[in-house]
C-alpha cells in the first residue's frame, strides 16, 4: 500500500521516524525502509506517539473489521475523527500526519491497515471497547431538515428540482414491536412467507403483506419510481422483521417458504416441566388458536416424532381444544349506541326502517354494525333525533 503514495509523501512519512537517515533516497529505498522500521521494534514506539483518538482509529482497524477503517462508524462513535493530513489551500500544501503510517488510502477513498500490521499491532493495541447507543429521557427539539432534490422528468425532457422539509419523526416502538413479532409469525405459521432458498431474503410480496399489517406501518411512505433509473426504497420493517426471525431461530426455510420453529410450535400448545418433558396445556392452545395456530401442523409434528398412534388422550385434546378455540367466530365490528331513555330506544327499534339496522341491548342500548352507520343516522334523522359523531 506504500506504492500508492508519490515519493514526497513517503519522504515525510519516513521523517516521523528519527532514528532513520537517508541521502536523496529514491521510492522503493524508501518504502522498503518504512516497512522495515514498521514491521520491527519501531511500530510500538510509533504507535504509543498516536494521540487517543487516532490511537482509537488504529485499534479498531487492528481488532475489527479486518484492517479497514469505517470512518462513518467510526465517527458515530467516538464522536470524531482523526486528522490524516495538515491543512492547506492546494494539495501540494499539504503534509500527513503520525497516523498515515497506519492507516492508508485504498481506493474508492476508504482507508484501511496494510494486512501484514494488524496482526503486529493487536499485540499491544488494546481491543477497543463495544459500541454503545446513548439514550435520553425525551428526545430535544429539533428543526425539521431541508432537503434538496432533483430529478429528470423523461415526459416533459427537463430537470425539476424541489426541497422538501424532513421533520423530526418519533416512533415509540416498544408496544409496537411485540405486536409486530406476533404478526410475523402468525403470517409465517400460515405459510404466508416466502424466501429466496440462496440468499434467505423475503420475496417483495412477502414484504409487502407483512408492511400492511405492521400496527404502525414502515418507517417511510412507499412510493413507486417515476422513471425506470430512479432509486426505489422498499420496505424496512417488512425485510428487517424477516431477517430478525430467521437470525434468532424462530422460523426456519422449508421448500422455499418459512416455518415456526419446532420449539415455538410446541410452546404454543403446552408447557415446559423440564428440558425434555412438556404438558399439554389447554389455555394455551385455545390463545395460540385464537391467534391462528393450526392444530393440524401440531398433530403432525407429533405425528412425526413417533410413528406410533397418538395416545388417545392427546387426540382427544387435540380436537376439543380445535373445537372449543373456535367456538366463538367474529363477524365484524359494531357500534354500542345508548339512548337517553328507554322510550327513545324503543322508539327506534320499533321504526320500519332504523329497526332493520340496529337490536336492543339493555334498557338503552342499540347495537348497530358499523358498515351501517351512515343508513342508522339517516334513518333516525327521519324520526327527529341525533347521534353526535367522537
Same mark, same amino acid.
Given at each position: 500500500?506504500?506504492?500508492?503514495?508519490?515519493?514526497?509523501?513517503?519522504?515525510?512519512?519516513l521523517?516521523?521516524?528519527? !532514528?532513520v537517515?537517508?541521502?536523496?533516497?529514491?521510492?522503493?529505498?524508501?518504502?522498503?525502509t518504512?516497512?522495515?522500521?514498521?514491521?520491527?521494534?519501531?511500530?510500538?514506539?510509533?504507535?504509543?506517539?498516536?494521540?487517543?483518538?487516532?490511537?482509537?482509529?488504529?485499534?479498531?482497524?487492528?481488532?475489527?473489521?479486518?484492517?479497514?477503517?469505517?470512518?462513518?462508524?467510526?465517527?458515530?462513535?467516538?464522536?470524531?475523527?482523526?486528522?490524516?493530513?495538515?491543512?492547506?489551500?492546494? &494539495?501540494?500544501?499539504?503534509?500527513?500526519?503520525?497516523?498515515?503510517?497506519?492507516?492508508?488510502?485504498?481506493?474508492?477513498?476508504?482507508?484501511?491497515?496494510?494486512?501484514?500490521?494488524?496482526?503486529?499491532?493487536?499485540?499491544?493495541?488494546?481491543?477497543?471497547?463495544?459500541?454503545?447507543?446513548?439514550?435520553?429521557?425525551q428526545?430535544?427539539?429539533?428543526?425539521?431538515?431541508?432537503?434538496?432534490?432533483?430529478?429528470?422528468?423523461?415526459?416533459?425532457g427537463?430537470?425539476?428540482?424541489?426541497?422538501?422539509?424532513?421533520?423530526?419523526?418519533?416512533?415509540?416502538?416498544?408496544?409496537?414491536?411485540?405486536?409486530?413479532?406476533?404478526?410475523?409469525?402468525?403470517?409465517i405459521?400460515?405459510?404466508?412467507?416466502?424466501?429466496?432458498?440462496?440468499?434467505?431474503l423475503p420475496?417483495?410480496? !412477502?414484504?409487502?403483506?407483512l408492511?400492511d399489517l405492521?400496527?404502525?406501518?414502515?418507517?417511510?411512505?412507499?412510493?413507486?419510481?417515476?422513471?425506470?433509473?430512479?432509486?426505489?426504497?422498499?420496505?424496512?420493517?417488512?425485510?428487517?422483521?424477516?431477517?430478525?426471525?430467521?437470525?434468532?431461530?424462530?422460523?426456519?426455510?422449508?421448500n422455499?417458504?418459512? &416455518?415456526?420453529?419446532?420449539?415455538?410450535?410446541?410452546e !404454543?400448545?403446552?408447557?415446559?416441566?423440564?428440558d425434555?418433558?412438556? !404438558?399439554? &396445556?389447554?389455555?394455551?392452545?385455545?390463545?395460540?388458536?385464537?391467534?391462528?395456530?393450526?392444530?393440524?401442523?401440531?398433530?403432525?409434528?407429533?405425528?412425526?416424532?413417533?410413528p406410533?398412534?397418538?395416545?388417545?388422550?392427546?387426540?382427544?385434546?387435540?380436537?376439543?381444544?380445535?373445537?372449543?378455540?373456535?367456538?366463538?367466530?367474529?363477524?365484524?365490528?359494531?357500534?354500542?349506541?345508548?339512548?337517553? &331513555?328507554?322510550?327513545?330506544?324503543?322508539?327506534?327499534?320499533?321504526d320500519?326502517?332504523?329497526?332493520?339496522?340496529?337490536?336492543?341491548?339493555?334498557?338503552?342500548?342499540?347495537?348497530?354494525?358499523?358498515?351501517?352507520?351512515?343508513?342508522?343516522?339517516?334513518?333516525?334523522?327521519?324520526?327527529?333525533?341525533?347521534?353526535?359523531?367522537?
Amino acid at each position: 500500500m506504500l506504492d500508492l503514495h508519490n515519493a514526497d509523501d513517503l519522504k515525510r512519512m519516513l521523517a516521523f521516524i528519527p !532514528s532513520v537517515r537517508l541521502k536523496a533516497p529514491r521510492k522503493g529505498e524508501v518504502v522498503d525502509t518504512l516497512v522495515r522500521c514498521l514491521l520491527g521494534a519501531d511500530l510500538l514506539e510509533l504507535g504509543n506517539r498516536l494521540n487517543p483518538l487516532e490511537q482509537s482509529a488504529v485499534a479498531e482497524g487492528a481488532h475489527e473489521g479486518d484492517g479497514i477503517y469505517d470512518q462513518g462508524a467510526f465517527q458515530a462513535k467516538y464522536r470524531g475523527l482523526p486528522v490524516f493530513e495538515t491543512e492547506g489551500k492546494h &494539495s501540494w500544501e499539504r503534509r500527513p500526519t503520525l497516523i498515515r503510517l497506519f492507516v492508508h488510502p485504498a481506493g474508492n477513498r476508504g482507508k484501511r491497515i496494510p494486512k501484514d500490521l494488524p496482526e503486529k499491532l493487536a499485540a499491544f493495541v488494546p481491543k477497543p471497547p463495544p459500541a454503545q447507543m446513548d439514550s435520553v429521557e425525551q428526545i430535544p427539539a429539533q428543526a425539521p431538515r431541508v432537503r434538496n432534490s432533483r430529478r429528470f422528468d423523461a415526459g416533459k425532457g427537463t430537470t425539476i428540482y424541489a426541497s422538501h422539509e424532513a421533520p423530526l419523526a418519533e416512533r415509540l416502538t416498544e408496544q409496537a414491536a411485540i405486536q409486530d413479532l406476533r404478526t410475523t409469525l402468525r403470517l409465517i405459521d400460515q405459510e404466508k412467507i416466502s424466501v429466496s432458498t440462496k440468499t434467505l431474503l423475503p420475496s417483495r410480496a !412477502s414484504m409487502t403483506l407483512l408492511c400492511d399489517l405492521l400496527r404502525e406501518g414502515d418507517f417511510f411512505e412507499l412510493t413507486e419510481k417515476v422513471n425506470d433509473w430512479d432509486p426505489e426504497i422498499g420496505p424496512m420493517m417488512g425485510f428487517s422483521w424477516l431477517l430478525l426471525v430467521q437470525a434468532a431461530k424462530l422460523a426456519t426455510l422449508r421448500n422455499g417458504k418459512l &416455518s415456526p420453529d419446532e420449539i415455538l410450535l410446541i410452546e !404454543s400448545f403446552a408447557d415446559r416441566e423440564a428440558d425434555h418433558l412438556w !404438558s399439554l &396445556s389447554e389455555s394455551k392452545a385455545i390463545q395460540a388458536i385464537e391467534k391462528g395456530a393450526r392444530v393440524g401442523e401440531f398433530r403432525a409434528f407429533l405425528g412425526a416424532c413417533d410413528p406410533q398412534p397418538l395416545p388417545e388422550a392427546v387426540e382427544a385434546f387435540l380436537i376439543s381444544v380445535e373445537q372449543r378455540g373456535a367456538a366463538c367466530v367474529c363477524k365484524g365490528s359494531c357500534l354500542l349506541v345508548e339512548c337517553v &331513555s328507554p322510550q327513545i330506544a324503543e322508539a327506534i327499534a320499533r321504526d320500519p326502517r332504523a329497526g332493520m339496522l340496529c337490536r336492543r341491548t339493555g334498557d338503552r342500548g342499540l347495537v348497530i354494525p358499523v358498515d351501517k352507520e351512515e343508513s342508522f343516522r339517516r334513518a333516525i334523522n327521519g324520526l327527529g333525533y341525533g347521534m353526535p359523531r367522537v
